[in-house]
């Protein structure tokens, strides 16, 4: 069974940095894509940011030049890296994997809390 569990989400200051992780345990192979996603209180969830298997990256306009998406391969890791925070970046943040047969798996999320 594939578990996907972010770490990483705290409460900082606007101007501050975070840096999330998603760890990948279980049987996961074929990756196709790797995402972040978030959602505000009141707020629809939102793409944040997404990487494809070949490396290409897209981000949510609100985060361009701020957040950056990598990813370890060899751990099955997927990171987000978060600069230059604003409160309207407060959310829950989740990772999504799409992977082998179309198979989707979600994490549970991590609270990102930023104040002004």
């Known amino acids: 069974q594939v578990q996907l569990v972010e770490s990483g989400g705290e409460s900082v200051q606007a101007g501050g940095s975070l840096r999330l992780a998603c760890a990948a345990s279980g049987s996961i192979w074929n990756i196709k894509t790797m995402a972040w996603y978030r959602q505000a209180p009141g707020k629809q969830r939102e793409l944040v940011a997404v990487?494809?298997?070949?490396?290409?990256?897209n981000y949510t306009d609100s985060v361009k030049g701020r957040f950056t998406i990598s990813r370890d391969n060899a751990k099955n890791a997927l990171y987000l890296q978060m600069d230059s925070l604003k409160p309207e970046d407060t959310a829950v943040y989740s990772c999504h994997m799409i992977w082998g047969h179309w198979y989707d798996s979600w994490g549970r999320g991590t609270q990102v809390t930023v104040s002004s």
């Open positions: 990487m494809l298997s070949g490396g290409s990256t």
